[in-house]
Protein backbone atom coordinates (compact mmCIF):
# COMPACT_ATOMS: atom_id res chain seq x y z
CA UNK A 1 0.00 0.00 0.00
CA UNK A 2 1.24 3.31 -0.58
CA UNK A 3 2.52 5.24 2.63
CA UNK A 4 2.61 8.84 1.39
CA UNK A 5 1.47 12.12 -0.61
CA UNK A 6 2.99 13.26 -3.54
CA UNK A 7 2.33 15.35 -6.71
CA UNK A 8 1.38 14.45 -10.15
CA UNK A 9 1.71 16.55 -12.95
CA UNK A 10 -0.41 16.44 -15.77
CA UNK A 11 0.09 18.24 -19.58
CA UNK A 12 -2.58 18.57 -21.72
CA UNK A 13 -4.21 21.90 -22.87
CA UNK A 14 -6.94 23.55 -21.67
CA UNK A 15 -6.28 22.89 -17.81
CA UNK A 16 -7.45 26.08 -16.31
CA UNK A 17 -8.21 26.99 -12.93
CA UNK A 18 -10.99 24.78 -11.54
CA UNK A 19 -9.84 21.61 -13.30
CA UNK A 20 -9.87 18.52 -10.62
CA UNK A 21 -7.77 15.21 -11.19
CA UNK A 22 -9.04 11.92 -9.38
CA UNK A 23 -7.38 8.41 -9.12
CA UNK A 24 -9.73 5.12 -9.32
CA UNK A 25 -9.23 1.59 -9.04
CA UNK A 26 -12.00 -1.27 -9.29
CA UNK A 27 -12.68 -2.12 -5.31
CA UNK A 28 -11.22 1.11 -4.08
CA UNK A 29 -12.25 4.17 -2.88
CA UNK A 30 -11.23 7.22 -5.27
CA UNK A 31 -8.35 9.14 -4.26
CA UNK A 32 -9.13 13.11 -5.14
CA UNK A 33 -6.08 15.36 -5.83
CA UNK A 34 -5.80 18.22 -3.77
CA UNK A 35 -4.25 21.92 -4.22
CA UNK A 36 -4.28 21.75 -8.11
CA UNK A 37 -2.49 24.36 -9.63
CA UNK A 38 -2.93 25.51 -13.73
CA UNK A 39 0.67 26.69 -15.22
CA UNK A 40 2.15 27.30 -18.06
CA UNK A 41 -0.85 29.32 -20.06
CA UNK A 42 -3.30 26.23 -18.72
CA UNK A 43 -0.66 23.28 -20.09
CA UNK A 44 -0.08 21.86 -17.43
CA UNK A 45 -1.81 20.46 -13.72
CA UNK A 46 -0.34 20.04 -10.73
CA UNK A 47 -2.13 18.22 -7.57
CA UNK A 48 -1.32 16.34 -4.69
CA UNK A 49 -2.82 13.25 -3.93
CA UNK A 50 -2.68 11.12 -0.37
CA UNK A 51 -1.67 7.53 -1.13
CA UNK A 52 -1.82 6.55 2.47
CA UNK A 53 -3.56 3.14 2.12
CA UNK A 54 -3.79 3.24 -1.60
CA UNK A 55 -3.20 -0.03 -3.23
CA UNK A 56 -0.21 -1.32 -5.16
CA UNK A 57 -0.91 -1.61 -8.84
CA UNK A 58 -2.42 0.45 -11.79
CA UNK A 59 -5.04 3.62 -11.07
CA UNK A 60 -7.07 5.04 -13.85
CA UNK A 61 -6.19 8.89 -13.72
CA UNK A 62 -8.99 11.53 -14.53
CA UNK A 63 -9.28 15.05 -15.24
CA UNK A 64 -12.11 16.78 -15.28
CA UNK A 65 -12.77 20.51 -16.71
CA UNK A 66 -15.70 22.53 -17.09
CA UNK A 67 -18.28 18.93 -17.13
CA UNK A 68 -15.90 17.14 -19.61
CA UNK A 69 -14.22 14.34 -18.24
CA UNK A 70 -10.67 12.77 -19.79
CA UNK A 71 -9.55 9.01 -18.38
CA UNK A 72 -6.05 7.77 -18.68
CA UNK A 73 -7.02 4.01 -17.69
CA UNK A 74 -3.75 2.76 -16.05
CA UNK A 75 -2.17 6.23 -16.01
CA UNK A 76 -1.02 5.87 -12.87
CA UNK A 77 0.97 3.56 -10.84
CA UNK A 78 1.09 3.03 -7.02
CA UNK A 79 4.32 1.69 -6.27
CA UNK A 80 5.05 -0.21 -2.37
Same mark, same amino acid.
Given at each position: ?? !??? $???VV? @?? &????? $???????? @? %???IN???????????????????? @??? $???????????? &??? !? %?????????
Amino acid at each position: TG !TAS $TSVVVT @GS &NLSSG $TSLKLSMA @G %QTSINGTGCVSGGSSTTLTCIVNLT @GAA $TGLWDLSVTNSG &NTA !T %QKGGFNVTP
